[in-house]
């Protein structure tokens, strides 16, 4: 009597139309407004445009690749050394709170985390905006540090480099700590026991137990702030400067402003290029296969 | 560690291989540790929170500035007008509107679409199942500049004029993926003999969808309309690049920056956090009545 029969102990289907039927909605959606565009954004890279205000023409100039290394060089190096830092910051800032939830939070741990996302419900970029009234150079944290000795009275921190990884660091934060809660949160502590039990003492436990079982999480969150900061220009834009533009600033200014499509396009997918591989080294390096969290 | 294959206890193999799977529900949770050790933890994840508050709270004390100038940066002295007024500023009123209007509809469309990829994934075993979970994971791990740039390329060179429109297609996009995994992570793991036991029983398929499958799903579904209003209404590089001269809420604070920054940010920003607050605590308390049911 039920529909189809053809199911497993946990009444898994094994569907024949069914599944690709609910599919095609959502996929079709992607496939039309992610796939396809990518494959656009590849062709324009290898036009050439005659002006400002021309159409780009298929050329298979691929000068425009070898222009996005000689040419913005600097920036993409800035880039992908200011989100290496955001993500390692964002490590030895966020793995400490998620492991002390994940371990001291008892019946508090779902409040605890909802903590963590709660900032995150604010807008990002007016988030961005508040720490420039924060750090501003006549403001409390600003003075608090000239009070230190040694520190020189022009010490500041916006438009700096340390202003911009500053906020990239701050505004991918959480994307750290949850992946790193939820690796954490499956780990059955009593293994630092039997750890004990061996003689390790209680760092021995965590570095040779704890910390090999949550890689995952710190891969995926990894993931999830290096990526995002590597392509910001926000950040840039309200705690930088043009001194410390990064590869994303030039995209925009030069797909919005200076319609220099074949270039922008050009320097978007040598992006993507560089973050697929060192996500795929990163990967080989934790030796982790897919993001199981 | 210096165990030999055959002294090792079990359960700690088992362990290592699956955590937290060898003994359902009697997972530990503390580990073996010093005392001081926690204490200094437990100090620094009170710094954490407070830094990850900080903007939080610079943004709603300063929704009670009285900025003495165009910006509101500066302390200047306390009052209460901004909350009496917040939709004084017309432009940034209709932006505001205009991007709730814009999240409303994205999640709408994306969290029909989503869930039923997220029920095809979870419920059906078919070809192409691990293929398309990673495609849906690839829009999440491309920068955003890439996927706003890319899409920028489709509408111009379709003579698509951008706005409303290519705003909320963009939206949906990114949104899609969200609520696809969101769900499906919610879902996986569920008993689905459940719904045959329904239908043996003389239920009919939509019958046992309503009543079995769909109350299952709806905290997934609630988590994931969450996030997706949160993404949508913060989102500014996607939506930088198909705008147009379409302003949402994030968009008009960036162009009129250059101007001012009138308090009416902060407490629009504040509004909308209170309300995400709230609908955060709504569905994890119904969450929670609906797992214990």
């Known amino acids: 009597m039920a529909a189809d029969t053809d199911s497993d102990d946990r009444g898994l289907r094994k569907g024949k139309w069914a599944p690709y039927g609910l599919l095609s909605p959502g996929i079709l959606w992607l496939v039309l407004f992610f796939l396809v565009p990518v494959l656009i954004l590849v062709r324009t890279a290898l036009s050439s445009k005659a002006s400002r205000f021309a159409n780009p023409e298929f050329s298979w100039q691929f000068s425009n690749f070898s222009s996005a290394f000689t040419d913005y060089g600097p920036q993409f190096f800035r880039s992908f050394l200011f989100a290496g830092i955001a993500t390692v910051s964002a490590i030895l800032i966020g793995y400490p709170l998620a492991y002390w939830i994940a371990t001291q939070g008892g019946r508090w741990k779902n409040l605890l985390i909802g ?16 720490w420039t009234s924060i750090l501003k150079d006549d403001g409390v944290v600003i003075n608090m540090i000239h009070a230190i000795p040694f520190v020189p009275q022009d010490f500041r921190l916006l438009a700096t480099p340390a202003g911009v990884v500053g906020g990239l660091t701050y505004n991918f934060l959480s994307f750290m700590i949850l992946p790193i809660y939820v690796s954490l949160e499956k780990i059955d502590f009593r293994l630092t026991e039997a750890a004990a039990d061996l003689y390790s003492t209680p760092w021995q436990a965590f570095r040779k137990v704890v910390l090999p079982l949550s890689m995952p999480g710190v891969f995926a969150g990894s993931l999830l702030v290096f990526i995002p900061a590597a392509g910001d220009y926000l950040n840039n834009r309200y705690l930088g400067s043009p001194k410390t533009s990064m590869i994303g600033t030039v995209v925009q200014n030069k797909f919005l402003v200076q319609f220099d499509y074949p270039v ?21 390096f934790l030796g982790t296969e897919g993001l199981a969290v | 560690m210096v165990m030999s294959e055959g002294a090792a206890p079990p359960y700690l193999l088992r362990e290592l291989e699956e955590p937290g799977k060898s003994r359902k529900g009697q997972t530990s949770s503390r580990p073996a540790g010093s005392r001081w050790g926690r204490r200094i933890l437990t100090a620094f994840a009170c710094l954490v929170y407070l830094y990850l508050f900080l903007p939080l709270i610079n943004i709603i004390v300063f929704t009670f500035n009285d900025p003495a100038g165009r910006y509101n940066i500066s302390w200047d002295g306390f009052t209460i007008n901004n909350w009496l007024d917040p939709f004084k500023d017309k432009e940034l009123t209709d932006a505001f509107i205009r991007s709730l209007q814009v999240a409303v509809l994205s999640i709408s469309i994306a969290l029909i679409m989503g869930s039923l990829v997220a029920i095809a994934l979870a419920r059906y075993r078919f070809t192409g199942s691990r293929s398309i979970e990673i495609f849906l994971v690839l829009p999440l791990t491309t920068p955003e500049i890439v996927l706003g740039a890319s899409l920028y390329q489709l509408f111009l060179g379709r003579n698509v004029v951008l706005g409303f429109s290519t705003v909320v297609i963009a939206h949906v996009m990114f949104c899609v993926s969200f609520v696809a995994l969101t ?3 919610r879902v996986r793991g569920f008993d689905w003999t459940l719904e045959d036991a329904a239908m043996d029983l003389g239920a009919s398929p939509w019958r046992s969808f309503r009543k079995i499958t769909f109350p299952l799903i709806l905290p997934g579904i609630m988590a994931a309309a969450l996030l997706s209003f949160a993404l949508s209404l913060d989102d500014y590089i996607v939506t ?19 101007v001012s920054f009138p308090p009416q940010v902060n407490v629009l920003a504040t509004i909308v956090l209170i309300m995400s607050v709230l609908l955060l605590v709504l569905t994890s308390v119904r969450g929670e009545k609906g797992a214990s049911r």
Do not use: C, H, W
Request: aromatic share 14%; glycine share 2%.
């Open chain 1, 264 to 284: 922008a396009a050009a320097l978007s997918l040598v992006l993507m290029a560089i973050i697929t591989t060192m996500v795929l080294i990163y990967s080989k």
């Open chain 1, 115 to 130: 903590l963590v996302v709660v900032p995150f419900f604010t807008s990002y970029l007016i988030r961005t905006i508040a």
């Open chain 2, 183 to 185: 769900v499906k992570a």
């Open chain 2, 240 to 258: 930088d690049f198909t705008k147009g001269e379409f302003t949402t809420f994030p968009i008009q604070v960036n162009n009129a920056f250059r």
